[in-house]
């Protein structure tokens, strides 16, 4: 159990479809985090929420919607997705700057 | 590019034997942090060193930084099948929410 539990583990959805990714963390973490991680390249950050403020990657398109509704939760919005978006999505908190991250295990998705 | 570059990118030894991955990186950091991600599952953080440090340890893992060269490596001593794993080192800013920037990842292969 790493303290950061993410569901579904693995998703299959059409390109038509709407999903959510959901995310839970009882660290009392501060900072939540989306990272997306495909075959054969570095983790890629896409969102970030903290007590501060939120960061977004700007190159992340807007197909992916995040929603952070307090600081134990934090949600991904999935709407017509394309083949490429295929990937391993991972949630990670921290307590904040120089903190290291915690991940969870990971939603495996598949869009057809 | 904020990206980096580890290498090898594939790595296979005996158990007994050490292993180790080095990290190069093209910013000014504060910090540099090292991860382990088994097969499909989350990030599990190893050691976190910062700028002003050179060597740390933790266990078997020792890791050095050289900020002059902007790179640091990870030694794991008398390596163990169950160290068969993906390493990735990430780096980033103290100042304001921990946003880091990953590697590229070392595959270990340990075989007993």
């Known amino acids: 159990e790493t303290g950061v539990t993410q569901t579904p583990r693995h998703l299959v959805m059409g390109m038509t479809n709407k999903k959510s990714l959901k995310c839970e963390q009882h660290?009392?973490?501060?900072?939540m985090y989306w990272y997306k991680q495909s075959a054969k390249k570095p983790l890629e950050l896409m969102f970030v929420?903290?007590?501060?403020?939120?960061?977004e990657n700007n190159s992340v398109p807007s197909r992916f919607s995040p929603e952070c509704p307090n600081s134990s939760h934090l949600f991904l919005h999935l709407h017509t997705l394309q083949p490429e978006d295929s990937a391993l999505y991972l949630c990670?908190?921290?307590?904040?700057?120089?903190?290291?991250?915690?991940f969870g295990n990971g939603t495996r998705l598949t869009v057809t | 590019s904020q990206q980096g570059e580890e290498d090898p990118q594939a790595l296979s030894i005996q158990e007994g034997e050490n292993a180790t991955m080095n990290c190069s990186y093209k910013?000014?950091?504060?910090?540099l942090q090292w991860y382990r991600q088994n097969s499909g599952r989350g990030l599990v953080h190893l050691i976190l060193?910062?700028?002003?440090?050179r060597e740390k340890h933790s266990g078997r893992l020792r890791v050095t930084l050289d900020t002059s060269k902007k790179s640091s490596s990870l030694l794991i001593t008398a390596s163990r099948a169950a160290d068969t794993a993906s390493y990735f080192c990430?780096?980033?800013?103290?100042?304001?929410?921990?946003?880091?920037?990953f590697g590229t990842g070392t595959r270990l292969l340990v075989s007993p």
């Open positions: 910013t000014s950091i504060n910090n």
């Open positions: 060193i910062r700028s002003n440090e």
């Open positions: 990430a780096w980033g800013r103290d100042t304001g929410f921990q946003k880091l920037v």
């Open positions: 929420y903290s007590l501060e403020e939120r960061v």
């Open positions: 660290l009392g973490h501060n900072a």
């Open positions: 990670a908190s921290s307590k904040g700057a120089g903190s290291p991250l915690h």
